[in-house]
């Protein structure tokens, strides 16, 4: 069993930035891909970013260049790094972690960020 724990989110001005960091626990086996969701009020919960152990990484297409999503293998830990923030972006953000890009097993409970003026 794999446990996921997101860091705090909060409130963002449009335009800022903001770290989100997630630490995976409680399993001897390596961990994959790990990533990030989002769901907003209304929405379905959608890719945000996600990043293999090998460094690949897929990113949705209304984040890239703005969202950086790494890794540090040896902590299975996994950073998103969110700039020039904007309201769209508020949402519930989820940390996930699978053995592939289209499997992702184990989810955190979810960190809202809300980007508003």
């Known amino acids: 069993q794999v446990q996921l724990v997101e860091s705090e989110g909060g409130l963002v001005q449009p335009g800022g930035s903001l770290r989100l960091s997630c630490a995976a626990s409680g399993s001897g086996f390596s961990i994959n891909v790990m990533g990030w969701y989002r769901q907003a009020p209304g929405k379905q919960r959608e890719l945000v970013a996600a990043?293999?152990?090998?460094?690949?990484?897929n990113y949705d297409a209304s984040v890239k260049g703005r969202f950086t999503i790494s890794r540090d293998n040896a902590k299975d830990m996994v950073y998103l790094q969110m700039n020039s923030l904007k309201p769209e972006d508020t949402a519930v953000y989820y940390c996930?972690?699978?053995?592939?890009?289209?499997?992702?097993?184990?989810w955190g409970k979810g960190t809202l960020v809300t980007v508003s003026s």
């Open positions: 990043i293999s152990k090998g460094g690949t990484t």
């Open positions: 996930s972690a699978g053995p592939l890009f289209v499997t992702m097993n184990y």
